[in-house]
C-alpha cells in the first residue's frame, strides 16, 4: 500500500511539473510573439510574468532568459538607430549656422574652443562695460561681466532690471580677477548658465526690451545693455540648446553602444555554456 501511495504522489508531483512548464510555456510564446511584432515592453511583461507565477518551471525560465538579452539587444539597437538618425538632423541645423558665429580656440591650452556672436569679439570692444557671452562645442553657455573704468569697483555679481521693473541676479562669481591696463581698471566675473541665478534666461525672456545692468560691488556702477549685445545673448543662447542637445544625444548613443556590448557578452557567455 505504502508503495502504491508513494508511486502516486510521485506520478501526481510529475504531472503537477508538467502543468506548470505547459502553463509558463504559454506566457514564454507569448513573449515571443510580441518579440516578433516589435512590442518590446509586452515581451518583457510576458517573460517577468514567468518568474514570478511558475518559479518552478526552470526549464522555461532558463528559455525566457535568453529571450529577454534578445528583446533588450533589440531595444537598444533600435534607440541607437533613433538617436543616430536624431544627431544627424541637429548636425544639419547646426552646419546650417555655424557660420554665423566666431570660434575661439587655444589649440595649444585649450581643449574645447567656444562660439560667441561676432559683434562681441574683444577686439571691438576694448574700454567698454558690458555683459559677454559664449558658449563651449559641449554646449554649456557662459557671461562674463567686464568693467572698465579709471576706479576699481571690485565687482562679483550682477543684477539686471527689465522696464517693468523684474529682475534677476547672479550669485557671487566663483570665477573673476582684476587687473590694470595702461591705468585702466579691468575687472571680469564669470557665470556659467546654470549657476548664473537664471540671469541668461531672464535676458533670453526680455530680450526685445531695454535692460540695465547693475555691478554688485564696493562701488556701484550700472550701464545699459545694446541692442547689439541683446542680439549676441539671445544668438548665443539659442545655440547652446542645440549644442547642448547635440551633447545629450551622443551621451545616450554611447549608453546605448555600452549595454549592446554588455548584452551581447552575456549571450555569447550563455552560448558557452549551454554548449560545454
Known amino acids: 500500500m505504502k508503495k502504491v501511495i508513494l508511486l502516486a504522489c510521485l506520478c501526481g508531483t510529475l504531472f503537477a511539473c508538467g502543468d506548470v512548464e505547459k502553463k509558463a510555456g504559454e506566457k514564454l510564446q507569448a513573449a515571443r510573439q510580441a518579440f516578433e511584432l516589435g512590442n518590446y515592453s509586452e515581451a518583457k511583461m510576458q517573460i517577468d510574468s514567468i518568474k514570478i507565477l511558475y518559479p518552478k518551471a526552470f526549464e522555461t525560465r532558463r528559455a525566457g532568459i535568453g529571450l529577454m538579452q534578445e528583446v533588450e539587444l533589440k531595444e537598444q539597437e533600435k534607440s541607437l538607430a533613433y538617436l543616430d538618425s536624431m544627431l544627424q538632423v541637429k548636425q544639419a541645423e547646426f552646419d546650417a549656422v555655424k557660420g554665423k558665429y566666431t570660434f575661439e580656440k587655444d589649440a595649444e591650452y585649450q581643449k574645447i574652443g567656444h562660439y560667441l556672436h561676432p559683434s562681441q569679439v574683444l577686439e571691438k570692444n576694448l574700454h567698454r562695460s558690458y555683459l559677454r557671452f559664449q558658449v563651449d562645442e559641449t554646449g554649456v ?10 576706479h576699481n569697483i571690485h565687482h562679483v555679481a550682477v543684477k539686471v532690471t527689465a522696464p517693468d521693473g523684474s529682475f534677476a541676479e547672479t550669485p557671487a562669481s566663483k570665477d573673476s580677477y582684476e587687473t590694470t591696463d595702461l591705468g585702466e581698471k579691468i575687472e571680469k566675473a564669470d557665470y556659467k548658465l546654470g549657476e548664473d541665478g537664471n540671469v541668461m534666461g531672464f535676458l533670453y525672456l526680455n530680450k526685445d526690451k531695454n535692460i540695465k545692468v547693475n555691478y554688485q ?4 556702477y550700472s550701464t545699459n545693455m545694446t541692442p547689439a549685445d541683446r542680439q549676441a545673448l539671445a544668438s548665443v543662447y539659442e545655440l547652446a540648446q542645440l549644442l547642448s542637445s547635440m551633447t545629450e544625444i551622443k551621451k545616450n548613443m554611447e549608453e546605448a553602444n555600452l549595454k549592446i556590448e554588455f548584452v551581447k557578452k552575456k549571450m555569447e557567455e550563455r552560448s558557452n555554456k549551454s554548449q560545454e
Not at 553657455?141 to 579709471?150: A, L, P, V, W
Not at 560691488?217 to 556701484?220: A, H, I, K, M
Open 217 to 220: 560691488g564696493e562701488r556701484p
Open 141 to 150: 553657455m557662459s557671461m562674463t561681466s567686464i568693467y572698465c573704468g579709471s
